[in-house]
């Protein structure tokens, strides 16, 4: 089993940044594709970033490129999202997730198997 704990989410003003952070314990998510999503209050999980086991390949959903940067310390067993230039509909809470789709970079949530329990980011207008 992996436990999945995120951490870095607060309350931000627009044009500020945030950086988020996931670390696994029980086991090495070393060999997982890790992602984060969000979910903002009576909306649906929307997939925003993910990155293969080695860090080879990343993917971003439109909405956030440019501003988010995926990276992952496998020694660290960490996962973090750089967010910047951030948005008032940037607002949700975010969750990091692992998949064992590890060479691909899956966008939809049930591809995970593993969850956090999220962190709440909220950027002020």
């Known amino acids: 089993q992996v436990q999945l704990g995120e951490s870095g989410g607060g309350l931000v003003q627009a044009g500020g940044s945030l950086r988020l952070s996931c670390a696994a314990s029980g086991r090495t998510v070393g060999s997982y594709t890790m992602g984060w999503f969000r979910q903002a209050p009576g909306k649906e999980r929307d997939f925003v970033a993910a990155?293969?086991?080695?860090?080879?390949?990343?993917d971003y959903a439109d909405s956030v490129k440019g501003r988010f940067t995926i990276s992952r310390d496998n020694a660290k067993n960490t996962v973090y999202l750089q967010m910047n230039s951030l948005k008032p509909e940037d607002t949700a809470v975010y969750s990091c997730?692992?998949?064992?789709?590890?060479?691909?970079?899956?966008?939809?949530?049930?591809?995970?198997?593993?969850w956090g329990q999220g962190t709440q980011v909220t950027v002020s207008s």
């Open positions: 990155i293969t086991w080695n860090g080879g390949r990343t």
């Open positions: 997730a692992a998949s064992p789709l590890f060479s691909r970079t899956p966008t939809i949530p049930s591809q995970y198997n593993f």
